[in-house]
């Protein structure tokens, strides 16, 4: 079965550079998440995408932006990169909003 | 408003012994109550799901779990752990709600198996 599609798997970047991370859901999936796990940490909320349409915004910095696109692909755009955004970028989709979400393996992005 | 904890930040069995996860939570509304794993340098995986069906919940890898609302309590159970249950777990609410489902995740609980 087709999983969420998480590109890359590993980025590399410096100090004040921009970085974009793509996410592909699961076909027909209405709903994307995206979801931040810093080194020994829980997840935490970043942004949410219903039909292409913000529907949720938790702790994601004003360097950071996203969208949702007519294909349903969401892209979440990084600039001004710090050191502490050295994390694991989960983005997970969902049908309806009790289904089960689905997680893609993540992107490891490393500041360096 | 909605949250999660996980009693146990770290837990130790022995292989082929019963594992208990334990998680209670809050919620302003019904909640649907999942919980996750994560192997070391991989994705969260779905072991299960509470959606306001069957109270008992039967995921995968032989794991279960119960909804208890008196207790506020979604606690996660396998009768024989295996060494390929060592792994973070976690224990995550959803509201249904204005904010379209967004996931609370709790601090998670390390499983070690010994040999």
């Known amino acids: 079965a087709a999983g969420v599609i998480q590109s890359p798997r590993h980025l590399i970047k410096e100090k004040r550079e921009t970085a974009t991370l793509k996410c592909y859901p699961i076909?027909?999936?209405?709903?994307v998440y995206w979801y931040q796990q810093g080194p020994g940490q829980d997840p935490q909320f970043l942004i949410s995408?219903?039909?292409?349409?913000?529907?949720d915004k938790g702790s994601i910095p004003d360097r950071f932006s996203a969208q949702q696109f007519s294909d349903y692909h969401s892209e979440l755009n990084m600039s001004s990169l710090e050191l502490g955004d050295s994390a694991l970028y989960f983005c997970?989709?969902?049908?309806?909003?009790?289904?089960?979400?689905?997680f893609g393996s993540g992107t490891r992005l490393t500041v360096v | 408003a909605q949250s999660v904890t996980q009693l146990d930040s770290h837990v130790s069995v022995s292989e082929g012994t019963p594992v208990l996860l334990r998680c209670n939570y809050s919620?302003?509304?019904?909640?649907?109550l999942f919980w996750y794993v994560q192997h070391p340098n991989k994705g969260l995986q779905l072991l299960l799901k509470y959606t306001s069906a069957a109270t008992l919940v039967k995921g995968i890898n032989g794991f279960e779990a119960e909804f208890k609302k008196s207790e506020t309590s979604f606690h996660l159970t396998k009768p024989s752990a295996h060494m390929s249950d060592a792994a973070e777990y976690f224990c995550v609410v959803s509201e249904a709600t204005d904010s379209w489902g967004k996931l609370q995740f709790g601090a998670g609980t390390q499983v070690v198996v010994t040999p």
């Open positions: 995408f219903y039909e292409k349409m913000q529907s």
């Open positions: 997970a989709s969902s049908l309806g909003a009790d289904d089960g979400y689905t």
């Open positions: 919620s302003s509304y019904s909640p649907s």
């Open positions: 076909p027909r999936h209405d709903t």
